[in-house]
C-alpha cells in the first residue's frame, strides 16, 4: 500500500511568487491535514480537508489556501510569499472513523524563500 | 502555556541505556500520537493511544487519562534511535480534527 506522497520534495522561491503544493493521501483516506514546520514554532496546524470540505483551519493568513479533490488528493497554495514562509510542509492523511484516527504523515516539502 | 508539553527537550544516551520522554497535555483528547522525525525531515507515526499502554518492539508507550499524561520508553537504546520524538494530541472538542504537538524531544544516542 502506498504512502503519502508530497511534491515536490524541494521548492526555492522568490518573495512575492506563489506555490502549490501536492499531497497524495493514502488510498481510501478522506481526510488530509497540512502542518508547518518551523525552527521557531515547531509543528503547527495549517487546515484539515475531509470530503472536498475544509473542516478546520489553524491560525493562518489568508494567503495560505487549500482545495482537496474528489479523489482525496490535496493541494496547499501560499501567494504573495513572505522569507517567514519558509519551513517544512508536511501533509497527513487518516481514515478519521470514530474508531481510527491515526495519523500517516507524508516526507514533506520543504520550501525556501529567498 | 502551551498545550502540550514534552520534557526533556534534549537527551543524550548511551546505547543500552533505558529512555524515557514524556508528555503533559492540558486539553480533552481522543487521541494522542507519538512520532519520530529523522533529519531530512520525514515523521514516523509511532503510537497511537487513547488509554492504557502499548508496545511495539523495544517501544512502549503509555497515557494516563486522568492525569493527562503519556510517557515513551525506549528499551536497550541504539544509535539508530537517534531522531526528534513528538508527542501530539487530537483534541476530543466538537468537530476538531487537528492535532497539536509537543516542541520534541531530541534524542541522540551514542556508542
Known amino acids: 500500500k502506498a504512502g503519502v506522497t508530497q511534491t515536490p520534495r524541494y521548492l526555492i522561491k522568490t518573495r512575492g511568487q506563489q506555490v502549490t503544493l501536492s499531497c497524495s493521501p493514502i488510498?481510501?483516506?478522506?481526510?488530509v491535514s497540512w502542518y508547518q514546520q518551523t525552527p521557531g514554532q515547531g509543528l503547527q496546524f495549517l487546515f484539515e480537508y475531509f470530503s472536498e470540505t475544509q473542516r478546520n483551519k489553524g491560525n493562518f493568513p489568508g494567503r495560505f489556501s487549500g482545495r482537496q479533490f474528489s479523489n482525496s488528493r490535496s493541494e496547499m497554495n501560499v501567494s504573495t510569499l513572505e522569507l517567514g514562509d519558509s519551513a517544512l510542509y508536511l501533509c497527513a492523511s487518516s481514515l478519521l472513523t470514530e474508531r481510527n484516527t491515526e495519523a500517516f504523515f507524508g516526507q514533506g516539502t520543504r520550501l525556501t524563500v529567498v | 502555556k502551551n498545550e502540550v508539553e514534552q520534557s526533556p527537550q534534549n537527551l543524550t544516551a548511551q546505547e543500552g541505556e533505558f529512555i524515557t520522554i514524556n508528555c503533559s497535555y492540558s486539553?480533552?483528547?481522543?487521541?494522542l500520537h507519538w512520532l519520530q522525525q529523522h533529519p531530512g525531515g520525514g515523521i514516523v507515526s509511532l503510537f497511537m493511544?487513547?488509554?492504557g499502554k502499548k508496545k511495539h518492539g523495544r517501544l512502549i508507550a503509555t497515557i494516563n487519562i486522568q492525569e493527562k499524561h503519556s510517557s515513551l520508553h525506549i528499551t536497550a537504546s541504539h544509535p539508530r534511535d537517534s531522531a526528534v520524538y513528538i508527542c501530539?494530541?487530537?483534541?476530543?472538542?466538537?468537530?476538531?480534527?487537528?492535532?497539536?504537538f509537543g516542541t520534541g524531544t531530541r534524542l541522540q544516542v551514542t556508542l
Open positions: 501530539a494530541v487530537r483534541s476530543s472538542a466538537g468537530t476538531a480534527s487537528k492535532l497539536t
Open positions: 493511544l487513547s488509554s
Open positions: 486539553v480533552g483528547i481522543s487521541a
Open positions: 488510498s481510501g483516506h478522506r481526510s
